[in-house]
Nanobody
Framework: QVGLAESGGGLVQAGGSLRLACAASGRGFSSAGMGWFRQAPGKEREFLASISRSGGRTFYADSVKDRFTISRDSAKNTVYLQMNSLKPEDTAVYYC?????????????????????WGQGTQVTVSS
């Protein structure tokens, strides 16, 4: 498993931008598919975006496609989520996750059960 710690959350006005970072500790980062999820009060944890081990493939939920961008920096053992054009409905706790069993460099992990390591989450609040 990989240790994960998110940062970069906060309060932003609608239409604004934030960049979340997720720092990974341990040896597993380079061999893990990475993803971002969020959970709003009273709702289930929602998949947002994933990036393959190689960084060459990404996948997004329809709700954030064209507004959010996932990326990873292997030298820094960090995955990012750039969030633009934020809306009040984006308000949630955001989590990064690692899939240490991703079978290939270009595999995209899309489901919660595929991820075996989770960060503690960072709050994002978008005001109207």
């Amino acid at each position: 498993q990989v240790g994960l710690a998110e940062s970069g959350g906060g309060l932003v006005q609608a239409g604004g931008s934030l960049r979340l970072a997720c720092a990974a500790s341990g040896r597993g980062f380079s061999s893990a598919g990475m993803g971002w999820f969020r959970q709003a009060p009273g709702k289930e944890r929602e998949f947002l975006a994933s990036i393959s081990r190689s960084g060459g493939r990404t996948f997004y939920a329809d709700s954030v496609k064209d507004r959010f961008t996932i990326s990873r920096d292997s030298a820094k053992n960090t995955v990012y989520l750039q969030m633009n054009s934020l809306k009040p409905e984006d308000t949630a706790v955001y989590y990064c996750a690692a899939d240490s069993t991703a079978p290939t460099e270009d595999y995209i992990s899309r489901r919660k059960y595929e991820y075996d390591s989770w960060g503690q989450g960072t709050q994002v609040t978008v005001s109207s």
